[in-house]
């Protein structure tokens, strides 16, 4: 307990903080929100393509043969 509160009385110490690490800093919280985003965002479903035609993409399924007659 002790060395936990003379940390919490050297965080009110003035220091020069570099802006490379700064920038580092924000790049890393701006990525981890990111990445908590992805995680957390429910996902209903997800269409990878449009299936407009309803036809099958396998082939042999009869679709060309419709497209020539």
Do not use: H
């Not at 790049?27 to 429910?42: D, N, Q």
């Amino acid at each position: 307990m002790n060395k936990l509160t003379e940390f919490w009385e050297s965080l009110e110490e003035d220091t020069v903080v570099n802006r490379k690490l700064l920038l580092f800093e924000f790049l890393t919280a701006i990525f981890a929100g990111v990445l908590l985003g992805i995680l957390i965002t429910p996902f209903r479903s997800i269409t990878i393509a449009s299936n407009n035609d309803g036809c099958c993409a396998s082939a042999g399924c009869g679709c060309d043969d419709e497209d020539e007659d």
